[in-house]
């Protein structure tokens, strides 16, 4: 059976990643830059997506997250 990953962000704005077999062990990836307002995952494509919101102008920006480093592109 092929393990199943999942995504989700720490406060301070890690990205990590555990499987859902076994979610009590986590990999850290590294830093988004921000803490998204949420997290999608396409496993048709494996493209992670994250959306952001400042909250000073309240714009809003999707991005594209590296699922190896946890670089976000808008």
């Known amino acids: 059976a092929h393990a199943q990953l999942a995504f989700g962000v720490d406060g ?12 009590a062990t986590i990999n850290s990836i590294g830093s988004l830059g921000f803490v998204p307002e949420a997290l999608d995952f396409r496993p048709g494509t494996s493209t992670l997506y994250a959306v952001n919101i400042e ?10 997250v590296n699922t190896s480093t946890g670089t976000a592109t808008q």
């Open 12 to 23: 301070p704005g890690g990205l990590f990643s555990f499987n859902l077999s076994a979610p």
């Open 55 to 64: 909250s000073v102008t309240g714009n809003g920006a999707l991005y594209t």
